[in-house]
């Protein structure tokens, strides 16, 4: 069974600029991967520490894994394990929630467990 809810890391300054075009075009790694990466709940803290470590100003964006359509594709990634991927761009107003990513001590950013009980 598929996640219901997936999420995008995003940087402050990307996540902004998307809330004033209405449209999240990705990062620049989405852009050049040609989709935008997102990660099932069980997959953030890998992700951050692999690809996110030592970035501040980071935010997590909670998405409708069933609102983004057929565009959303899980395909093998690290470790052959399934990842969702998007091939579209996101409308901004999709967003469940969004929360700024402290990072601790180590620069790998904290989640509040406490953020997915909503």
């Known amino acids: 069974m598929q996640e219901k809810t997936v ?50 100003d980071l935010v997590l964006i909670a998405f409708e894994a069933a609102k983004l359509g057929p565009a959303l594709k899980w395909e093998q990634s690290r470790g052959g394990e399934l990842f969702p991927h998007l091939y579209a761009s996101i409308t901004v107003s999709d967003a469940l929630w969004q929360r700024q990513l402290p990072s601790d001590e180590t620069g790998v950013a904290e989640i509040n467990e406490e953020w997915f009980a909503c």
């Open 7 to 56: 999420f995008k890391i995003a940087t402050v300054e990307e996540w902004s600029k998307s809330t004033m075009s209405g449209t999240f075009e990705g990062s620049p790694d989405d852009r050049r991967d040609g989709f935008i990466h997102l990660s099932a709940k069980h997959q953030l803290q890998g992700t951050l520490e692999k690809h996110f470590k030592g970035k501040g």
